[in-house]
């Protein structure tokens, strides 16, 4: 196997820090060989949209991979839905979609658990009749790969196909992560929601994380969205690192501007995420108390809401009022006003592959306190970041310290070298080059 050098991969606009690895067999040609044709690619995952999250990071990926020349049939197991202007009108992009007529407010989903089980029933019997389309479409006109977006288990690949076409697999989480985090936290899981919630969520998660340890082993290729994700999907699923890359998740960087100015008397520090397993909601409330307690002048503003299979927003009570308020979820639109009013973003997640709100933040001009668990911190300039371990509420406090005395001294260089950050590693320009590059060298260059 080969590893390009850092040299190489910031002469192709990818960041070393991050420590991209191909995933190429000897016999493929060095990147400067690998013709530029494009590829015919069939991708499987969730719909597109324009509202951030993992479907906002879906659109970068479409447009970008699509503007290289990659034609591109879509299979979203949703009912149809609008898309988003800028790729309704692009040729290389074609979508097809599902039958999945799964709906809220019916008996189904009237609660979380059962909205999260039904769900998860829905999606597979859609994906089962994409796989059969998949099929048909392979059978009349080749695919040079199969892009498997987000998720590791779908069950939208034909067997036949991930045994014959090369199969990419791009996930935003893996469930031995989140198994890992429901167990270690369970205390906390019982004490902010009832029994019977968390103990569907362990067997759901559990039985998954099963089916990904196997499934996986089917990928020519793991994109993953960070270094410290990319050592938890190798150590805890086997999967040979040389069949990996890094490649952070893009951001649309037009969704946010940068507003430096003065750090207010009652500066927010911005919480933003779901409150739920594995986002270091009691670490966040143990924070409130430490602050008050030192006399920090900040506010701890929390914005999100629970995930359909764990809920911590009981624990949120326990805020100290002084410096604590939470504000529930908002929706996606409202997200950069947010920003644009915080003196900083903090991610206390115990667990988080990569976490776009972070990368928001940086776009928007807004500096970050995270954990080293903590993906998009990867490679950040430490100038606008800083990355303490996980649980360690004495550091987080620290932290926020230091970067406000950096803030009150020089607000326009500390937003100005913020977004200068999003845009050198999030740029959907930089992330979809190596993306495209990655898929070229492991298709070889082939055209159908």
């Not at 070393?16 to 067999?25: C, Q």
């Not at 008397?265 to 911005?270: A, I, K």
């Not at 649980?391 to 200068?420: Q, S």
Request: charged share 20%; glycine share 8%; with cysteine.
């Amino acid at each position: 196997m080969h590893s390009l050098s850092p040299r190489e991969w910031v002469e192709r606009g990818v960041s070393p820090s991050r420590a991209v690895s191909d995933s190429r067999d000897a016999e493929h040609p060095e990147p400067d060989e690998v013709p530029t044709k494009p590829l015919r690619i069939a991708w499987v995952g969730p719909g597109p949209a324009e509202d951030g999250g993992v479907s906002g990071v879906l659109t970068e990926l479409l447009g970008g991979l699509a503007a290289r020349g990659h034609r591109i049939d879509c299979f979203l197991p949703g009912k149809e839905r609008p898309l988003p202007p800028r790729l309704s009108g692009e040729d290389n992009l074609a979508f097809v979609w599902g039958t999945n007529r799964w709906e809220w407010d019916r008996w189904y989903s009237s609660s979380r658990i059962t909205a999260f089980a039904s769900g998860l029933v829905a999606r597979s019997v859609a994906l089962l009749r994409v796989r059969r389309e998949i099929s048909r479409r392979h059978a009349r006109e080749p695919y040079d790969l199969i892009y498997q977006f987000s998720t590791i288990e779908s069950i939208a690949v034909p067997g036949a196909m991930a045994r014959s076409v090369p199969l990419v697999v791009h996930p935003e989480t893996h469930m031995a992560g989140e198994l890992r985090c429901l167990l270690a936290e369970r205390r906390l899981a019982l004490r902010a929601q009832p029994t019977h919630i968390f103990a569907v969520a362990l067997a759901v998660v559990g039985t998954r994380a099963v089916v990904q340890r196997v499934r996986i082993k089917r990928a020519s290729l793991l994109v993953c969205i960070s270094e410290v994700f990319r050592e938890h999907l190798v150590n805890d699923y086997r999967f040979p690192r040389q069949r990996t890359v890094v490649v952070p998740n893009p951001v649309r960087l037009e969704r946010f501007s940068p507003q430096p100015a003065a750090l207010p008397q009652r500066p927010v520090v911005l919480v933003l995420g779901r409150i739920a397993a594995r986002k270091g909601i009691e670490v966040v409330v143990e924070l409130s108390a430490l602050l008050r307690d030192r006399g920090s002048p900040v506010m701890l503003r929390i914005v999100g809401g629970a995930s359909l299979w764990s809920d911590y927003t009981a624990l949120l009570e326990d805020l100290a009022p002084q410096n604590g308020e939470y504000v529930g979820a908002m929706a996606p639109e409202e997200i950069p006003g947010e920003l644009a009013a915080a003196a900083m973003l903090l991610q206390a997640s115990s667990y988080e592959p990569f976490a776009l709100t972070v990368a928001e933040a940086l776009a928007a001009g807004v500096p970050v306190v995270g954990t080293t668990e903590v993906g998009a911190l990867e490679g950040v300039d430490r100038g606008v970041c800083a990355a303490v371990p996980p649980g360690d509420v004495a550091a987080i406090a620290d932290a926020i310290a230091a970067l406000l005395g950096r803030l009150e001294a020089e607000p326009a260089a500390v937003a100005g070298l913020a977004r200068a950050e999003a845009e050198r590693l999030y740029s959907p320009d930089v992330v979809c080059d190596a993306i495209s590059e990655a898929l070229g060298a492991l298709a070889g260059g082939a055209v159908s």
